[in-house]
């Protein structure tokens, strides 16, 4: 079977970007705060404690600071998806019901299409096959259907997961994908093929109920599957392998059917196994991800941070759950979480507990039952203790070191004294012990750091006595023309009051008149200035949008760092406090004039460096007339400096 490249025309894109909200896209993969008339959240593409991320509605883009990425709603969808551009679009399309319209060509999808997008295409036919085989074909019905049935999932909670079944066939299913026109190398990437020591390959999935697993744009990545039948030789569940675009530990069971639960409650349930998620969706509990069987990771850990702070760990009743609460509980305290725990009885998980107990009793468990770690902790520990004195002081040492791992300090503070109240125990004992492990963990740090950066010491130390510390006139020349731009960016169209002129100039006008013959530095600034220039010239000034869509990609990021302001004057100055401060917007005139005469004034200061590294090399050379060319260069670069630095009122040396 023939697939053909669809190409999108230019007017579905434009039609896809005029429906776009970038804060509405974003809100898909990052729980964003309000922050004057921006938002701001954690980094999706960095671990950070601080919020460093920043959507300007106003403008369509969004800047990351950690990681310096920035962009539109575009941009965001392919770097957060590790998709292309034409990916990008059809996500957005299918997200705002816009209808593509593509031209095909003869190309084949194989060589065309890059191998990512085709794992993602892969993996979709395979979810709708297994789908498909659950409901119409006989043993799907009999076997697999019949199993969803007996667990009480009904077909809308079977459709929102979009369950399948795997039929006990060795090739059913890659013989159909390569029927269908399916690469045989690309479904071994999958891992949905296992390829054998002689060549020939088998289905991994035979004969097992199908859970596919979900990235946070819905698009489905990996499989999990549990054998219907009693094979004591085969596991009773198996799991796709790790591929391009599949990392079990960056992905939570759950997550993208529960994101949007999960910010309204500004709570997770934290659960083991696929069907303890669908059995609590089941019970109306929607604000609830699984780590799927395995040890929960930090990368897990963060993906619960970008919708919420505040986690509940739900864990089986006996004792293997139990150690099972305690090794997650401290990693999630680490990620900077606030976690609550619940037991469920001996013997029993969510998934059999909620449908024993029915759903209105199931959901007063969870508001009655939970504890948070501390009070879980101390209630553990007193039972286990019981009189013996040398355990209580091992377990109060536990949760104390449970506590340290605490990143906030108000936090630690606050614990402390829960703990203090719970246990009986003096404050400060407890917190001698809190310091005394905070210290350790400080020196064994501060060891590290001094082990990695004792070379470099040496060598900087060295190198400072041969050269003393000075300015670095590239730095300071690049500092003013991403200035420069930023003014552009911002304020091209703007006008100027227009000091001896009968009409006002805007400042685009102004600046790239003053400016025409400077040339940047930096090749990025160069292409932006070179394209206002050209703008100029055709009558038609570029504006942020132009260099969104048509620039390159380190274009889009500088652009998007430029007009991305991070932070923003409080409006309780003046409502408050009475003290006005005035906006940029009111001081045009004078930013345009100084900006220009900086930029002259670091371009003059560093052609006077190049100029003093030449004079010093013609010096040594003994070429006499070359000698008075550079001397009297200097000269007039430094008049030049002093005429700019009285204008700007600058003192530099004479």
């Known amino acids: 079977m023939s697939h053909f490249l669809l190409m999108i025309s230019r007017d579905s894109i434009e039609e896809v970007r005029s429906r776009v909200d970038i804060v509405d896209v974003i809100s898909d993969f990052v729980s964003l705060k309000k922050s004057g008339q921006n938002f701001k959240a954690l980094s999706p593409f960095n671990n950070e404690k601080t919020p460093s991320f920043y959507v300007v509605p106003a403008k369509g883009i969004f800047k990351d600071f950690s990681s310096g990425k920035g962009g539109d709603s575009f941009t965001f969808v392919m770097e957060h998806e590790k998709i292309s551009y034409i990916e990008a679009v059809r996500f957005l399309a299918k997200k705002y019901g816009v209808e593509l319209k593509e031209d095909k060509e003869n190309n084949e999808f194989a060589a065309e299409q890059s191998e990512r997008e085709g794992l993602y295409i892969l993996m979709n036919f395979a979810k709708d096959y297994f789908k498909e085989k659950l409901h119409t074909h006989e043993e799907g019905r009999s076997i697999g259907l019949s199993y969803f049935r007996e667990r009480g999932f009904t077909d809308k909670t079977i459709q929102k997961f979009e369950l399948g079944y795997a039929l006990d066939g060795w090739t059913y299913f890659s013989a159909e994908?390569?029927?269908?026109?399916?690469?045989?190398?690309?479904?071994?990437?999958?891992?949905?093929?296992?390829?054998?020591?002689?060549?020939?390959?088998?289905?991994?999935?035979?004969?097992?109920?199908?859970?596919?697993?979900?990235?946070?744009?819905?698009?489905?990545?990996?499989?999990?599957?549990?054998?219907?039948?009693?094979?004591?030789?085969?596991?009773?569940?198996?799991?796709?392998?790790?591929?391009?675009?599949?990392?079990?530990?960056?992905?939570?069971?759950?997550?993208?059917?529960?994101?949007?639960s999960i910010r309204q409650h500004n709570n997770?349930?934290?659960?083991?196994?696929?069907?303890?998620?669908?059995?609590?969706?089941?019970?109306?509990?929607?604000?609830?991800?699984?780590?799927?069987?395995?040890?929960?990771?930090?990368?897990?850990?963060?993906?619960?941070?970008?919708?919420?702070?505040?986690?509940?760990?739900?864990?089986?009743?006996?004792?293997?759950?139990?150690?099972?609460?305690?090794?997650?509980?401290?990693?999630?305290?680490?990620?900077?979480?606030?976690?609550?725990?619940?037991?469920?009885?001996?013997?029993?998980?969510?998934?059999?507990?909620?449908?024993?107990?029915?759903?209105?009793?199931?959901?007063?468990?969870?508001?009655?039952?939970?504890?948070?770690?501390?009070?879980?902790?101390?209630?553990?520990?007193s039972a286990e203790a019981a009189n013996d004195p040398i355990r209580k002081a091992e377990s109060i040492k536990e949760i104390v070191n449970s506590i340290s791992i605490i990143p906030d300090p108000v936090k630690r503070s606050v614990y402390i004294q829960e703990t203090s109240h719970l246990?009986?125990?003096?404050?400060?004992?407890?917190?001698?012990?809190?310091?005394?492990?905070?210290?350790?963990?400080?020196?064994?740090?501060?060891?590290?750091?001094?082990?990695?950066?004792?070379?470099?010491?040496?060598?900087?130390?060295?190198?400072?006595?041969?050269?003393?510390?000075?300015?670095?006139?590239?730095?300071?020349?690049?500092?003013?023309?991403?200035?420069?731009?930023?003014?552009?960016?911002?304020?091209?169209?703007k006008s100027l009051a227009g000091q001896d002129q009968q009409e006002a100039q805007s400042l685009g006008q102004f600046m790239l008149q003053e400016l025409d013959d400077v040339e940047f530095t930096n090749p990025v600034l160069k292409s932006i200035f070179i394209e206002f220039k050209e703008g100029l010239n055709d009558n038609s000034i570029r504006n942020t949008d132009y260099f969104l869509?048509?620039?390159?990609?380190?274009?889009?990021?500088?652009?998007?760092?430029?007009?991305?302001?991070?932070?923003?004057?409080?409006?309780?100055?003046?409502?408050?406090?009475?003290?006005?401060?005035?906006?940029?917007?009111?001081?045009?005139?004078?930013?345009?004039?100084?900006?220009?005469?900086?930029?002259?004034?670091?371009?003059?200061?560093?052609?006077?460096?190049?100029?003093?590294?030449?004079?010093?090399t013609v010096e040594a050379g003994g070429d006499l007339d070359k000698l008075e060319k550079c001397i009297e260069m200097q000269m007039g670069l430094k008049q030049a400096e002093r005429d700019l630095a009285s204008i700007l009122g600058i003192v530099v040396s004479k």
């Open 177 to 260: 994908a390569i029927q269908k026109g399916y690469n045989k190398e690309l479904l071994e990437k999958t891992g949905l093929v296992v390829k054998k020591e002689d060549g020939s390959t088998y289905d991994r999935f035979r004969g097992r109920v199908i859970f596919p697993v979900h990235n946070l744009s819905g698009k489905v990545i990996a499989f999990g599957a549990r054998m219907m039948g009693k094979d004591k030789n085969q596991p009773k569940y198996i799991n796709s392998p790790e591929t391009d675009i599949y990392h079990k530990s960056d992905v939570l069971y759950g997550l993208f059917q529960a994101k949007n």
């Open 268 to 381: 997770c349930y934290l659960v083991e196994g696929y069907t303890d998620v669908i059995s609590m969706h089941q019970a109306d509990v929607e604000n609830v991800v699984a780590s799927s069987g395995t040890a929960l990771t930090e990368e897990q850990i963060k993906l619960m941070r970008r919708f919420t702070e505040n986690v509940t760990v739900l864990f089986d009743g006996d004792s293997a759950g139990i150690k099972a609460a305690l090794r997650g509980i401290d990693l999630i305290l680490k990620g900077g979480l606030n976690v609550r725990v619940a037991l469920f009885p001996d013997g029993e998980d969510p998934d059999s507990y909620s449908r024993k107990v029915g759903t209105t009793a199931f959901q007063d468990f969870l508001k009655n039952s939970t504890k948070d770690f501390i009070s879980f902790k101390a209630d553990l520990f």
């Open 423 to 493: 246990l009986k125990m003096p404050e400060q004992v407890l917190l001698s012990e809190l310091n005394k492990i905070l210290v350790q963990e400080r020196r064994k740090g501060e060891k590290a750091t001094n082990r990695e950066t004792s070379s470099k010491e040496t060598e900087t130390a060295s190198i400072e006595t041969i050269a003393p510390l000075k300015i670095d006139s590239d730095a300071m020349v690049h500092f003013q023309e991403k200035e420069t731009i930023r003014l552009l960016l911002n304020y091209a169209d």
């Open 549 to 616: 869509r048509h620039g390159s990609d380190a274009i889009k990021r500088m652009v998007t760092d430029l007009i991305t302001q991070r932070y923003d004057t409080s409006s309780h100055w003046g409502d408050k406090f009475h003290i006005y401060i005035p906006k940029e917007t009111e001081l045009l005139d004078k930013l345009a004039y100084t900006n220009v005469l900086r930029l002259k004034f670091r371009i003059v200061q560093r052609m006077m460096e190049d100029n003093l590294k030449e004079l010093k």
